[in-house]
């Protein structure tokens, strides 16, 4: 395996802090891009310095909330400000993370990545997407919203995994020469999951007692898209990478 120059984007958030630490393992040099980093994204203010050298570009930026207008703007943004000033960089390719059954979505932040998707694969440099089931980090979120000893989680299914798993599944798509710089038409994006279907109140009610948190099973009510998530919509498919650990595994390993 050669070693590359890579940049990634939201290097200090909850995933790329694991593409950081999964690259740096393999050896590659990493330029970690976050407005911690002095490089903002939407602004452009150090971008052209942080790429300067880059072959690839990770791209695991998200927006901090559920409005789907406010997301769709982000990634627009973003995307492109990662495409222009990459390929003035002379970057290769970019690599970009998204949720497994965006292209099902009608509305809020997972509907905003059909446009995170779109203006990757239609942007100046080959890009290739790699969609992800609901992250075991992200229970503890769902947790933290609601701030009270009860919390209201729908119980619906899902197929959780690991940050961590998550940014080997990344790197492993961002070094593969022999991947197709774009996906053929027809061709399925790539999807990484957990290694078992799980119900998403389930999972937090093991977490909440952790915490001195009773949850509360709802049917999702209110939620965007709750009434296909319940049918599976956000499973991932038959072609998907699984692999563990899972939530219960995950959560036994925290200090």
């Known amino acids: 395996m050669s070693i590359r120059k890579f940049a990634v984007a939201g290097a200090t958030g909850r995933l790329g802090r694991h593409v950081v630490d999964v690259l740096t393992e393999q050896g590659h040099q990493v330029v970690p891009m976050s407005r911690a980093t002095g490089v903002d994204i939407i602004t452009g203010e150090g971008l052209a310095e942080a790429l300067t050298g880059v072959d690839v570009i990770i791209d695991v930026a998200s927006w901090h909330a559920s409005d789907q207008e406010a997301a769709t703007e982000f990634f ?7 495409h222009e000033f990459g390929q003035k960089a002379g970057a290769g390719l970019i690599v970009a ?12 932040f997972i509907a905003a990545q059909q446009v995170h998707e779109e203006a ?3 942007g100046p440099l080959p890009a290739r997407i790699l969609r992800a089931a609901q992250f075991h980090e992200f229970v503890g979120q769902l947790l933290d919203w609601q701030q009270g000893d009860v919390a209201y989680i729908p119980a619906l299914p899902t197929q959780l995994v690991a940050c961590r798993t998550v940014a ?17 038409p027809g061709t399925p994006i790539p999807e990484v999951a957990g290694p078992r279907k799980e119900v998403m109140a389930e999972a937090a009610a093991l977490l909440g007692a952790r ?3 009773k949850v509360v099973g709802v049917d999702g009510s209110g939620m965007p898209d709750a009434e296909i998530a319940a049918d599976g919509a956000f499973l991932p498919g038959p072609h998907a990478k699984l692999a563990g650990p899972t939530f219960q595994e995950w959560l036994d390993a925290q200090p």
């Open 76 to 82: 627009r943004t973003a995307t492109r400000n990662l």
């Open 120 to 122: 990757n694969l239609s």
């Open 97 to 108: 993370v998204s949720i497994i059954g965006a292209d099902k979505a009608t509305g809020g």
């Open 168 to 184: 080997e599944a990344l790197v492993d798509l961002a070094v593969d020469s022999e991947a197709p710089a774009q996906p053929a």
């Open 211 to 213: 915490r001195g948190v």
